[in-house]
């Protein structure tokens, strides 16, 4: 099983590690900060062993990383990670911001219960769910109420519910423990103001998108 240090320092840029196994153009690695698809939050972009990665796909409890055809990377090969920090910084704003608007969707609109979609990408998020009418009287609202958490500051603690099966989760104060494997902010103030718009998808489905207001 490959160590995903991405959950112990989301922070950490660049890395030094074994390759695990090769097949083709596909290896995994004892240890990785390299973050793949998984929760709706898009793939980091880098490097391994000087080799750029094509897609980083998690299989179970491992992560498969598919490198160009001419690769040499070989089986206990020492190899180099390093990633696109400005995306992954960006993405990990961007999944906490999410993760925060429908968790407050969740608590004031009764009947907001089923979740469809999210996409978390470097430029935006989006987080899709069923709902009859247009929540676009309601956006304003909710973009002040998590602009007004986020400004706090507050701590954004992760950790492991069941780590045999890695499965992870936020808090923050006010809130229950979520349910969430991805990357996050150490506080609320890294991820900056925030807007929110409305994108209608289709009968009964609404979609909310996040924007980043600073770079």
């Given at each position: 099983?490959?160590?995903k240090?991405?959950?112990?320092?989301p922070?950490?840029t660049d890395?030094?590690t074994?390759?695990?196994?090769?097949?083709g153009?596909q290896?995994?690695?004892?240890s990785?900060i390299?973050?793949a698809?998984?929760?709706?939050q898009e793939?980091?972009?880098g490097?391994i062993?000087?080799?750029?990665?094509?897609?980083a796909?998690k299989?179970?409890s491992?992560i498969?990383y598919?490198?160009?055809?001419d690769?040499?990377l070989?089986l206990?090969q020492?190899?180099?990670?390093e990633?696109?920090?400005e995306?992954?910084?960006?993405?990990?704003?961007?999944?906490?911001a999410?993760?925060?608007?429908?968790?407050?969707?969740?608590k004031a609109?009764p009947?907001?219960?089923?979740?469809?979609g999210?996409?978390?990408a470097?430029?935006?998020?989006?987080i899709?769910?069923e709902?009859?009418?247009s929540?676009?009287?309601?956006?304003?609202?909710?973009?002040?109420?998590a602009n007004?958490?986020?400004?706090s500051?507050?701590?954004?603690?992760?950790?492991f519910?069941d780590s045999k099966n890695e499965?992870r989760y936020?808090?923050i104060?006010?809130?229950s423990?979520?349910?969430c494997g991805g990357t996050h902010v150490?506080t609320?103030?890294?991820?900056g103001?925030i807007?929110?718009?409305r994108?209608?998808?289709?009968?009964g489905k609404?979609?909310?998108e996040i924007?980043?207001?600073t770079?």
């Open positions: 099983m490959t160590q240090v991405f959950w112990q320092n922070y950490q890395h030094d074994f390759v695990a196994s090769v097949d153009t290896i995994t690695l004892e990785t390299f973050f698809f998984s929760g709706g793939s980091d972009y490097t062993g000087g080799y750029p990665v094509i897609s796909v299989k179970g491992e498969i598919t490198l160009p055809d690769h040499q070989g206990g020492s190899v180099h990670i990633i696109d920090w995306r992954r910084y960006r993405l990990m704003r961007l999944h906490f999410a993760e925060l608007v429908l968790e407050l969707f969740y609109v009947g907001i219960k089923k979740k469809v999210a996409h978390i470097q430029n935006k998020a989006r899709d769910f709902w009859p009418e929540i676009s009287p309601m956006l304003q609202g909710f973009a002040d109420e007004r958490i986020i400004e500051g507050l701590t954004i603690q992760t950790g519910d499965r936020w808090e104060e006010g809130f423990k979520v349910p150490r609320t103030s890294e991820i103001p807007r929110l718009k994108n209608n998808i289709g009968r609404e979609r909310v924007l980043l207001e770079q």
